[in-house]
């Protein structure tokens, strides 16, 4: 016998019904990617995309209205047949009061919560897929990429402490991390992250400032389409100061960001317009310094289906040293 | 405290309560099993069987009526303390509207899914865990078994895609894959295999034909009951054809089976009769051509207690050279 | 859209809402951690400390009212970054009838299960982890620990069979398994334990009586907090007799128990006192005979803040051998 569980808003929202709860959300995504990796032809691929992702959430309220909680996710991304299955990543959880809140374990990150650094899109970058995140301006070819605490979905993440707090306009976003890094051997793998954020809303727009301070050694370029890539990195290589401004303008979201990558400048520009009833077009453009960088850019359309589910369809192109062209199309459905 | 999640077939059948779902479903079984593995007689065993298998379907409705969704399955079994624990299998994606399905990743696959290949037991062989399947008729000791697409319980699958069609009587399916194989060592390794089948219900009889073309260099035997064996396999060792007939003859289920696999001849024949108001007594026999052939047997009684829990026993015996013989009893129970 | 699982007591006492079903329900904790191992200083450990359980339990009812069941846990501990993420455990099946119930798979265990083995706390043990469960009078620094059959949350459990009996103020268990040690090479690592509990409450206070019989040829002392050391083992080294008895006195639970473990006595008292509307203090004090052995003892304090949350924080000292020191304090919550 099958159980089905619904959509609750209207009981959820009663009085009394329950001071704990379960709840399962996520996505799929279905489709096709074309990857021409460029300088490392190895990693060049085409074929079938997806990503599963379930996520569950399990909180309950303490009787002086503290809230408590945690969040568990599987996700499991596939190009062209690699990587399947798995169980589940390290859980988040959380303690929350007023407009506080305190995360420990698998944290969010200052940085990787800071709005105006990820599009506005379903994959928060373009197309389908998101392809490479060169639209990050924290993600470089110089420097590395995606080394900032991040809720991690597949693995432990960074175990660290974070506190959040918004009022009105107003918000703000420390985090820490004190994690053994696997570049390096032990005992000098020790690699200590201090972010921050605060964003302000004036009438339309948002302004946000972010900082990282990492001891860490060496820098990665994880980027899964790039294979290994020796950048110019070396202590102090993570860290970061970045500011991002984003607003709407008639149809169209703008935003605009930069970051100083540990000497190296990079900036972004973004923009998502309603093109049709139920049709937006996605865009962006970056531009990254030093003898590894260059520009990167990218464009996507989404089509509404209703409902929660979307067409999605994306290029992407990143004329730094690493030239790499990205294509995808698919459906993305909600749950 | 506990969530519970229910039956809730008449909140889900009113109008407007959701537009998207996850519903879990699945079965257990324990019991006892004996294999005398024959030929190969370090695949001996006697003890406790279980099996437990969770399945999580995400499905969501799109404004035109398209449904698409997921479905996510967390299998394990144990034959006397090995085979447990572990995460979630490969996903199957599927976009449905009228008669069509679209599957994509974890591919139920056209000959996996056609009428009349399994036994229309709760196990889908004999007994309560199915014993080796030598009652297929695409298992042979000469060609291999199970090289064909099927949805994966454990791990990834076959990363294809597949098209279903149904429209009354009439039903087709054609799937696709395009799989490196992990028999066969790069760059000679990649696995094509395109499947179809079709099927038709004339009164209370079901015909259909199946026919798969693979350009598979080797054919595994991976029957977990038998170890290394060598077949007769090579290049088109997985290819296919078969035709299967069944339907109903007062209190018995009665199906014929045949396939030509790669040259190797094989066919089947089974039945399902009610022997009184809650039992049934299930049986085949199978005959295999070639060296390696041979008949295989067996016979079942499945008593049900109702609610979806039945008492399962099983004796089958593989009279091919590889000499298996199994028998099985113990609870199946649905949820 | 996300999906809620919401406490559904009085939909399900209503009459035939279901006759399957499957629910959640679980705990986090999180919090700081100190261990200083002592004897084997390379197990120190200090900083966050994380666990996250999800249970999902799987019944459904037959029409002769035996009920049939499976449990499945993922659960992940971490003390400061490791042992995150991962599957599900080994399932435990069961049939219900009456006061009886059969236990499949992953077995409870009939030492595991008995009344006053564990302390009547939210980690079974003091404050927030339990730390190394050196209040259990079965785990010895002489014989070894945790070495008798008991649900396992991670990893695939005893593969045993199991009968529970219950009527009025009367229970008893007996449990069986027969699975493979690792700590002995094959064909001499067959490890069989047979282990027995009978308990009853008169008025306030439950005694009860355990034993098993085990032939395991070496015991390992697989404290977590301990790394390597060679206990006094060998056959029958997990043969066991206890004897416990727990009341009530005034605003007191008051407990004590005894064990032989092989011929190594220990005792164990055990205290939890309410001293707040909303606050208990809980001790235990132990005693180990033999060169290796010594006391134990433990300090916790929890604090409840209502609706399954509590504030929980605790100390205790290991003066056996191994000089284990260990403090932690945070949020256990349950859902």
Not at 5 to 13: E, G, N, R, Y
Not at 39 to 45: E, I, M, Q, S, Y
Request: charged share 15%; net charge negative; aromatic share 10%.
């Amino acid at each position: 016998m099958k159980k089905i569980l619904f959509a609750t808003t209207a009981l959820v929202a009663s009085a009394g019904v329950a001071a704990a709860d379960v709840s399962f959300s996520g996505y799929g995504r279905f489709g096709a990617i074309d990857i021409d990796a460029g300088l490392n032809p190895a990693f060049d691929a085409s074929g079938i995309y997806t990503r599963i992702r379930l996520q569950i959430d399990m909180t309950m309220e303490a009787d002086n209205g503290l809230e408590f909680g945690a969040r568990l996710r599987h996700q499991a991304t596939s190009v062209n047949g690699a990587g399947y299955g798995g169980g589940f990543n390290g859980a988040r959880f959380f303690a929350r009061a007023g407009g506080f809140e305190l995360g420990v374990g698998n944290i969010i990150g200052a940085i990787e919560n800071m709005p105006g650094l990820y599009m506005g899109t379903q994959s928060a970058g373009i197309g389908l897929s998101g392809h490479t995140f060169s639209n990050l301006v924290t993600n470089t070819t110089s420097k590395g990429n995606f080394n900032w605490d991040a809720y991690s979905s597949g693995g432990a993440g960074a175990d660290g402490v974070e506190v959040m707090y918004s009022a009105g306009d107003f918000s703000a976003h420390i985090s820490y991390s004190d994690s053994p890094s696997g570049l390096v051997p032990a005992p000098f793998n020790v690699q200590q992250r201090v972010a921050a954020h605060v964003a302000y809303t004036f009438n339309d727009w948002t302004v946000a400032l972010g900082y990282q301070d990492s001891d860490a050694l060496v820098c990665a370029l994880n980027n899964t389409y790039t294979g290994a890539f020796a950048p110019l990195t070396g202590p102090g290589c993570e860290d970061k100061a970045l500011i991002t401004v984003g607003g709407t303008v008639g149809p169209a979201d703008l935003s605009l960001a930069y970051a100083d990558n540990d000497g190296i400048g990079k900036w972004g520009l973004y923009a998502n317009v309603e093109v049709g009833a139920a049709t937006r077009v996605d865009a962006f453009v970056t531009s990254e310094e030093g003898v590894f960088g260059g520009e990167t850019y990218g464009i996507g359309v989404s089509h509404n289906l209703g409902g929660g589910a979307s067409l999605e369809a994306g290029f992407a192109k990143d004329d730094t040293v690493l030239d790499i062209t990205t294509m995808d199309l698919g459906i993305r459905f909600n749950f």
